[in-house]
């Protein structure tokens, strides 16, 4: 049922492409997300930083709605999620050599730390380690952009007022003392937020919120709310060219219709 659904999504996308690049002319904002990259994704990864490179306008991910686009019919934003020190021993050398900006979302209760958020079974990153405290301020030094992704990795929609409010306002303090500079974004772990969540990143301080829906970026987008497409060096570049161009949108309209459709069986 997975490997048809993937199918499905696909051939959706590949038609959604189609259209979108016959009747929408307009420039595309996009922003990718990595979790780990492995030694065995490395060729895969470098593949996709060098079509990045030659086909997109690559900004730092905080730029992603203000940045002016000057030519390039897509602006595309790297970030990582949960960094992992896979990361700074198999992408950055990479990025660094694109010359390509990005951004890590630090879960700040973890860091020089084995996973203590449950990963499925199968999850290539399940024995993956966060980076330490130095390794974060180096980055930052090499000017990547270093974000909030809260300090324990919870499901944010599903814990109380109090917990909520230390896991934002803490993880960007203690994330602020290692750069030595504001912190003005988080991404949510598991994707999970609500309006009440997006209140209370407000209310910390952050000016941007990145989600996991697979969205482009517009003037309209919530700056609490910007979408990102999940892209994987595993994955062949017919599919990961369809994600940067955004055709990935369409996952998110069979979200809604599946939605729809149960709801009314329901």
Same mark, same amino acid.
């Given at each position: 049922m997975g490997r048809l659904k993937e199918i499905m999504?696909?051939?959706? =996308? @590949?038609f959604y492409a189609l259209v979108v690049n016959l009747f929408d002319k307009k420039p595309r904002r996009v922003v990718l997300y990595y979790?780990?990259?492995?030694r065995a994704d490395v060729k895969g990864f470098t593949k996709q930083m060098a079509y990045l490179t030659q086909k997109c306008s690559v900004v730092k991910p905080s730029k992603i709605k203000s940045a002016h686009i000057d030519g390039a019919k897509i602006l595309a934003a790297i970030t990582f999620d949960d960094a992992f020190v896979s990361?700074?021993?198999? =992408? @950055?050398?990479?990025?660094k050599e694109h010359r390509l900006p990005a951004g890590i979302f630090v879960p700040t209760g973890n860091l020089g730390q084995p996973l203590r958020w449950k990963m499925p079974e199968n999850c290539p990153d399940k024995n993956e380690t966060v980076m330490t405290q130095g390794q974060i301020a180096e980055l930052d030094n090499d000017g990547f952009e270093i974000f909030s992704h809260t300090l324990s990795h919870p499901v944010?929609?599903?814990?109380?007022?109090?917990?909520?409010?230390?896991?934002l306002v803490n993880s960007k303090r203690a994330l602020e003392r290692i750069v030595g500079h504001q912190v003005s974004a988080i991404s949510y772990p598991h994707g999970a937020y609500d309006t009440r969540v997006c209140r209370f990143a407000k209310k910390a301080?952050?000016?941007?919120g990145f989600t996991i829906q697979p969205t482009m970026v517009d003037s309209a987008t919530d700056h609490l709310k910007i979408g990102r497409f999940l892209v994987s060096a595993k994955e062949s570049m017919v599919k990961f060219?369809?994600?940067?161009s955004g055709a990935y949108e369409v996952r998110m309209y069979l979200q809604s219709i599946r939605r729809l459709f149960l709801g009314g069986f329901s």
């Open positions: 999504e696909f051939i959706l =996308a @590949v979790h780990g990259i492995n990361i700074i021993e198999n =992408a @950055v050398p990479i990025l944010l929609t599903e814990v109380e007022d109090s917990r909520l409010e230390a896991e301080g952050y000016r941007l060219k369809l994600k940067v």
